[in-house]
């Protein structure tokens, strides 16, 4: 019997010691829980109105400032591959963002210190891109401006220009055969310069560059032509890479202002309504 009493208490004993050991442990971290949901809601909340590159999120500060950091993960729900401008495929632009903002950052999960360079080349696994032959690139400046042509046709039809747009859709349809690409050329070029400073860069053209470099091979080489030197492009380069002649754009130089005074006002209409 009093053996029986003994492993009776000593089973009562250990289990009385691992409520007593794990009670702490529990409450901890119970209340490490709750801290860790009261804190994300609280970046949540205080995180709804900030915008984060791509990359990047917001979180806070130790001073409760919003600020933007590094992601700890990407979210994207249909990855699309990307190659970057040092030649290597990223499971999303969302990865290679955030991979640069890590290694420039000089931070844990940093791959490579190489990749605080690397940009967005094109949409896409990397591939070998044939070199552009001379007479390819010779032929490729008519092919582009007529493809520019096509584009505004296009986006016409689909009822997918502005108003402005549209009127100078028509004013191409309706010019001299070989000169019908002289405003989509100079209309693609207003679009692309976002910064309005008369000049394109690199990032600028990032929209047509990233989309088309892996069909057009001689894409990349003809545009860094164009740049020369100091990898911008200004209006005049552009008309004369695209094969315009001086006068047609000296005739349309005004265009790229007349563009943005009329989307302010289409703008203001549309806030009107
Ligand atoms: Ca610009």
Not at 42 to 50: G, H, L, Q, V
Request: hydrophobic content about 30%; charged content about 35%.
């Amino acid at each position: 019997m009093a053996g029986k009493t003994l492993v009776a208490f000593a089973a009562l004993l250990l289990a009385a010691t691992c409520v007593l050991a794990e009670k702490p442990d529990t409450e901890e971290d119970l209340e490490a829980t709750n801290e860790k949901n009261l804190l994300e809601a609280k970046i949540a909340d205080a995180c709804r109105e900030k915008k984060c590159k791509l990359g990047h999120e917001c979180t806070l500060d130790e001073d409760g400032h919003r600020i933007c950091v590094c992601a700890s993960k990407c979210h994207e729900l249909k990855p699309l591959k990307v190659c970057s401008t040092q030649n290597e495929t990223f499971p999303s632009e969302c990865d290679l963002d955030r991979e640069r903002c890590l290694c420039h950052r000089g931070q844990e999960g940093c791959q490579n210190k190489e990749h605080k360079k690397a940009h967005l080349d094109y949409y896409g696994e990397c591939k070998d891109i044939p070199e552009c032959t001379e007479g390819q690139m010779r032929s490729f400046s008519r092919r582009m401006s007529e493809w520019l042509f096509q584009v505004m046709k296009e986006l016409s039809a689909r009822k997918d220009l502005t108003e402005f747009a549209e009127k100078l859709a028509e004013e191409a349809k309706s010019q001299p055969k070989g000169k019908h690409s002289v405003i989509p050329v100079i209309w693609k070029f207003c679009d692309l310069d976002k910064s309005k400073d008369k000049s394109v860069n690199r990032r600028e053209l990032l929209p047509l560059t990233s989309m088309l470099k892996p069909l057009e091979h001689c894409l990349g080489p003809f545009l860094d032509t164009c740049a020369g030197d100091d990898r911008m492009i200004t209006l005049g380069e552009w008309g004369t890479c695209l094969g315009l002649e001086k006068d047609d754009v000296n005739k349309f130089e005004d265009l790229c202002d007349k563009m943005e005074a009329n989307l302010e006002e289409e703008e203001e209409e549309d806030d009107e309504e």
